[in-house]
């Protein structure tokens, strides 16, 4: 059985919105280290499920601005 970081199951998140996903957490942690180097602000390691619940939020606030 592997480990829950090694599974495709993580996306980074930034002050932007969802950067990627599917990513394994070493994956993710990579990716937050290059961004935070470029710049980037608001970065955060979260699950796809919780990442998805968020661009349903941010789309719904769209359709109702």
């Known amino acids: 059985m592997s480990s829950e970081l090694e599974a495709n199951q ?3 998140i930034s002050e ?3 950067e990627a996903s599917g990513l394994t957490h070493e ?3 990579r990716l ?3 961004l935070g180097s470029e710049g980037r602000h608001g970065l955060c390691i979260i699950t796809d ?3 998805s619940h968020l661009a349903a939020r941010e ?3 769209h359709v109702n601005s």
């Open 59 to 61: 789309a719904a606030e």
């Open 10 to 12: 993580w996306s980074v």
């Open 49 to 51: 499920e919780a990442a």
């Open 32 to 34: 937050v280290h290059r």
């Open 27 to 29: 994956d993710a942690r």
């Open 16 to 18: 932007r919105g969802c």
